[in-house]
């Protein structure tokens, strides 16, 4: 079992930034594909970025493109969230997940063994 503890979120006012953390334990992390998505109220969850096990290639979201960044660091067993010019509407709850890299890269939430707890971002206007 892998477990991924995430943290970083929280109240911030439109046009703030926030910075989500999520450390890994328990698998050799350098050995998962990681991402982020997100779940606002009555949504699905959705796929936000995610990264290769290597940190070589990033995927993003077309909204969060430019805004949002990701980034890992595989001695620390933890990828980081970086979030931008916030607004409204990219309050939710954040969750990250863990894609063993044996398996082909996706955006897809059913290819995510496994989740963290998730952390509720809150952007006021």
């Known amino acids: 079992q892998m477990q991924l503890v995430e943290s970083g979120g929280g109240l911030v006012q439109a046009g703030g930034s926030l910075r989500l953390s999520c450390a890994a334990s328990?698998?050799?992390?350098?050995?998962?594909?990681m991402g982020w998505f997100r779940q606002a109220p009555g949504q699905e969850r959705e796929f936000v970025t995610a990264i290769t096990w290597s940190g070589d290639s990033t995927f993003y979201l077309d909204s969060v493109k430019g805004r949002f960044t990701i980034s890992r660091d595989n001695p620390k067993n933890t990828v980081y969230l970086q979030m931008n010019s916030l607004k409204p509407e990219h309050t939710a709850v954040y969750y990250c997940?863990?894609?063993?890299?044996?398996?082909?890269?996706?955006?897809?939430?059913?290819?995510?063994?496994?989740w963290g707890q998730g952390t509720q971002d809150t952007v006021s206007s």
């Open positions: 328990g698998r050799t992390f350098r050995n998962y594909h």
């Open positions: 997940a863990a894609a063993y890299y044996g398996s082909p890269f996706s955006q897809r939430v059913t290819s995510y063994e496994y």
